[in-house]
Each structure stands twice: as C-alpha cells, then as structure tokens.
C-alpha cells in the first residue's frame, strides 16, 4: 500500500472516532491500526519542524519556512520530511498568528517554552460542548482523549490520551492562524489552526502531545487569532489535481515564477478538516506558459483541498 493511501486511512479513522465522540470527560478515544510518516518533519507555517521543536508560531513571516533547507526534488515538491514530498504547515499566513481580540487582557505576556504565543491565564470558565469564548470567532465543539498516530508533528508516534479538540471557525472570514489555550486541571493545553474557512470545522491534537484527564474537567484560557476576507490563490496559476494524488500546477503568466507555494488540508467526508496543520509543497523556476506535476506527501486526489496557491519573487 502506499504511503499516501496508509495516511488517507489513518486520518479517516481519525475524523470518524472523534467526530462521533461522546462529549467532554466521557472516555478515551482508540484508532485502531498503524501508520508510519502520518505527518511531515518541516513545519513551513511557523517554524521549521522536527519533532524536538517547540513550534512556537511567533517567528514567521508570511507562511512560508524561514530556514527552508530543502531542496527541490524530482516531483518539484519542497520537503524536509521523510520521503522529500512536501511538508506542513502550522502557520498559515500570519506574522506572528495574529492577535487576541481582547488584546490578550488576561495573558503573562511573553512566549513559552511549549510554543505559546501569547501565555494566557487559566480563567476558570468551564470548557464544556459547543463552548464559545468572547475573545475570538471560535466554537470548541468537543474535547476528548486520542490514542493512535499523532498527527500535528513530524514525530509519527504512536500516542495515547493525547488531548484533542474539534472546533469550528464561526466567523464569516477564514482563520489564517489560531491558537487555542485550555487547561486541562492546571495543565495548559495548546493547539494551533491555520487557513480554516468560515464556518468550518476542524480536529485538532494538542500539539506537544499533552495528555488528557476527564476528571481534572476543561477551563478555558484564551485564543490567539487573524482572520483574512480570502485564503490567497493567485491568478498567475492554475492548478487542478490530477489521478494519483497528484497536482497540476501551470504558470499562466508571461514571466518565469522562481517560487510557487501550494498550501493543502485534508478534508473527510464528513466535512471535517484533519489536523490544525497545513501542508505545503513547492515548485521552483516555473516558466512562463509551463506546467509542472507534483506529488506532495499527505495529499489525496479523494479528499485533499487546496487552500493556498502562492508566488514568490526569490526560492527563499
């Protein structure tokens, strides 16, 4: 089986169990089966990745990898991950993930060690289904316990009680970047969306695989998020996916394009985005009138949407 088709199961697997899960503190959530390289090493949306990487979103400019090391592969895909296909994202295309709209009244300021933005406090509001924060266009629909492939990282480990949550973009714009505090007893808990569209859902692990207690109960801390009217797809390419999960990507433009970045999700059946990441792939040096083909890793010809398509001046 291959790689790609490995991965489409795991992921599948993952939407069903927590998109049926009973709601918050009720029992674990178990994937059965295995994966290997469920998720990618480069972490091109905020930071670059490795699964010793803190990820703090901070340090970002414009979704893109600020240490892209990566060279450009026989698939004109860009990657540090195992296979050299493509990597992913956490970022979208904020700065610095954007900012609270409260102006973040309730946080330490300061960044942390397990890649807070911003370092909110614990309010004590209880997190419970469908709980909706006043500092951000957020629905929590649920949080449970995964067991099974971790999924938000390039580690590919096989995990257990690792917290997770489905939330929904309730705004009318889409979320370029979020991040998400709960505290789970006195543990924070920190998981990070990017490009989610309005009134989308996603499901999302805690992203230093922090582990989850029904009893301690869920309070809230705080988000972290930007909005965009529109996720970025520029006119000078046209893009379609083609059989064997792959993607065609056509300079329609008079000019040689040095860079062009393509930013996709997976998406279920159900409707449900899988993972707050954000892959990327990349092809360098796309002549004018030229097409090129591309197999990124993690993207599915059946279930795999782009959110981005963007062209950059210089292969950085």
Same mark, same amino acid.
């Given at each position: 089986?291959?790689?790609?088709?490995?991965?489409?199961?795991?992921?599948?697997?993952?939407?069903?169990?927590?998109?049926?899960?009973?709601?918050?503190?009720? %029992?674990?959530?178990?994937? *059965? @089966?295995?994966? #290997? =390289?469920?998720?990618? +090493?480069?972490?091109? &949306?905020? /930071?670059?990745? !490795?699964?010793?990487?803190?990820?703090?979103?901070?340090?970002?400019?414009?979704?893109?990898?600020?240490?892209?090391?990566?060279?450009?592969?026989?698939?004109?895909?860009?990657?540090?991950?195992?296979?050299?296909?493509?990597?992913?994202?956490?970022? %979208?295309?904020?700065?610095? *993930? @954007?900012?609270? #709209? =409260?102006?973040?009244? +309730?946080?330490?300021? &300061?960044? /942390?060690?397990? !890649?807070?933005?911003?370092?909110?406090?614990?309010?004590?509001?209880?997190?419970?289904?469908?709980?909706?924060?006043?500092?951000?266009?957020?629905?929590?629909?649920?949080?449970?316990?995964?067991?099974?492939?971790?999924?938000?990282?390039?580690?590919?480990?096989?995990?257990?009680?690792?917290?997770?949550?489905?939330?929904?973009?309730?705004?009318?714009?889409?979320?370029?970047?979020?991040?998400?505090?709960?505290?789970?007893?006195?543990?924070?808990?920190?998981?990070?969306?990017?490009?989610?569209?309005?009134?989308?859902?996603?499901?999302?692990?805690?992203?230093?695989?922090?582990?989850?207690?029904?009893?301690?109960?869920?309070?809230?801390?705080?988000?972290?998020?930007?909005?965009?009217?529109?996720?970025?797809?520029?006119?000078?390419?046209?893009?379609?996916?083609?059989?064997?999960?792959?993607?065609?990507?056509?300079?329609?433009?008079?000019?040689?394009?040095?860079?062009?970045?393509?930013?996709?999700?997976?998406?279920?059946?159900?409707?449900?985005?899988?993972?707050?990441?954000?892959?990327?792939?990349?092809?360098?040096?796309?002549?004018?009138?030229?097409?090129?083909?591309?197999?990124?890793?993690?993207?599915?010809?059946?279930?795999?949407?782009?959110?981005?398509?963007?062209?950059?001046?210089?292969?950085?």
């Amino acid at each position: 089986m291959s790689k790609n088709k490995k991965i489409i199961g795991v992921i599948i697997g993952l939407v069903i169990v927590l998109a049926i899960a009973i709601p918050i503190g009720t %029992g674990k959530i178990h994937l *059965g @089966g295995n994966s #290997s =390289n469920v998720a990618n +090493n480069a972490q091109s &949306g905020q /930071s670059e990745s !490795g699964d010793k990487n803190n990820n703090s979103a901070a340090n970002n400019k414009d979704g893109e990898n600020p240490k892209d090391n990566s060279d450009k592969n026989s698939n004109g895909s860009d990657s540090n991950d195992a296979d050299n296909n493509g990597s992913n994202s956490n970022g %979208g295309t904020s700065s610095n *993930g @954007g900012s609270n #709209s =409260n102006g973040g009244t +309730n946080s330490n300021g &300061g960044s /942390s060690k397990d !890649g807070s933005i911003t370092d909110f406090n614990n309010t004590g509001q209880k997190v419970k289904k469908n709980y909706e924060p006043s500092d951000a266009d957020i629905k929590i629909q649920r949080v449970d316990a995964y067991s099974g492939i971790f999924i938000e990282d390039g580690s590919d480990k096989e995990v257990k009680n690792v917290a997770a949550i489905e939330v929904k973009n309730t705004s009318k714009k889409a979320v370029e970047f979020a991040q998400i505090q709960l505290y789970n007893g006195d543990k924070k808990l920190v998981f990070d969306v990017s490009t989610l569209p309005a009134n989308s859902s996603a499901v999302v692990m805690e992203k230093n695989k922090a582990s989850f207690d029904s009893s301690k109960g869920v309070t809230y801390g705080g988000t972290t998020a930007s909005y965009t009217n529109k996720l970025e797809k520029s006119s000078a390419i046209k893009y379609k996916k083609v059989a064997n999960n792959g993607i065609k990507i056509t300079n329609t433009s008079s000019k040689k394009i040095p860079c062009v970045r393509v930013f996709y999700k997976y998406k279920s059946d159900d409707g449900y985005y899988v993972g707050g990441i954000t892959y990327t792939a990349k092809v360098e040096d796309l002549k004018a009138g030229a097409s090129q083909t591309i197999y990124p890793s993690h993207f599915a010809s059946d279930g795999g949407e782009i959110m981005m398509v963007k062209t950059y001046d210089s292969k950085n």
